[in-house]
């Protein structure tokens, strides 16, 4: 497709168990950010790949989180031992270089909620 | 580190007028890029305007406009002549713009309502 692919759309879990969201981002584009959206807290970085270097991880709120991109495209992240706290949509982005444009095309989100 | 607030949770305006939206940040830093983003209902998010901070020309894109005052770190959005489509969530954002890469700060957004 076009765009940045996000899946699952929507996610519900148990609390404890383990989740992995995965993002497809824009052919080309060598970078990739993941960002945590929480009802009126706004956008929160959580992590950042850009081509092969190693990830930005200074976002992520705990080694329950986890992320990886395989060869420099696809992303998961992934969650272990989920908590409520952990209900949030998670947003991917992706842009064609790192850097100074700013201009982040995002997906539409992965909305996990933790029961 | 970077900050940004927006400081109106919620606005609404009347098709066709005019409303501003309201942000500022806060660093130490001299160059910079400031942007708006649109999150329209259960749709994705977009850029819709962006500012050089070295640059003292205010950005323009069609109805959209800013208002950059550096010194008080302010960078309001005004919509021109507002259509129902505009209905979203607005968020500010900062980034440095600084080598090898930056993210963006983003603030908790404004939404946004236009109505008939």
């Known amino acids: 497709g076009a765009g940045v692919s996000q899946s699952p759309s929507n996610k519900v879990t148990e609390k404890g168990k383990d989740v992995e969201l995965r993002c497809d981002p824009i052919?080309?584009?060598?970078?990739l950010y993941w960002y945590r959206q929480s009802l009126g807290q706004g956008l929160e970085f959580l992590i950042y790949?850009?081509?092969?270097?190693?990830?930005?991880k200074s976002g992520l709120p705990s080694d329950r989180f986890s992320a990886e991109r395989t060869g420099g495209s696809v992303s998961t992240l992934t969650i272990q031992r989920t908590q409520q706290e952990d209900s949030a949509v998670y947003l991917c982005?992706?842009?064609?270089?790192?850097?100074?444009?700013?201009?982040?095309?995002f997906g539409e989100g992965s909305r996990l909620t933790v029961l | 580190a970077q900050t940004v607030t927006q400081s109106q949770p919620e606005m609404s305006v009347q098709e066709a007028e005019t409303v501003t939206l309201s942000c500022t940040y806060d660093t130490s830093e001299n160059n910079y890029y400031l942007f708006w983003y649109k999150q329209p209902p259960s749709r994705q998010m977009i850029l819709v305007i962006r500012?050089?901070?070295?640059?003292?020309q205010n950005a323009t894109e069609n109805r959209f406009s800013v208002n950059f005052q550096k010194a008080a770190k302010s960078f309001s959005l005004k919509i021109s002549d507002s259509q129902l489509g505009d209905t979203a969530m607005y968020f500010c954002a900062f980034m440095k713009s600084s080598l090898p890469y930056s993210t963006l700060t983003f603030g908790k957004g404004t939404m946004l309502l236009v109505s008939p």
């Open positions: 052919s080309g584009h060598t970078a």
């Open positions: 500012q050089e901070a070295y640059k003292q």
């Open positions: 790949f850009q081509g092969n270097s190693a990830p930005d």
């Open positions: 982005a992706s842009s064609f270089q790192s850097g100074n444009t700013g201009e982040l095309f």
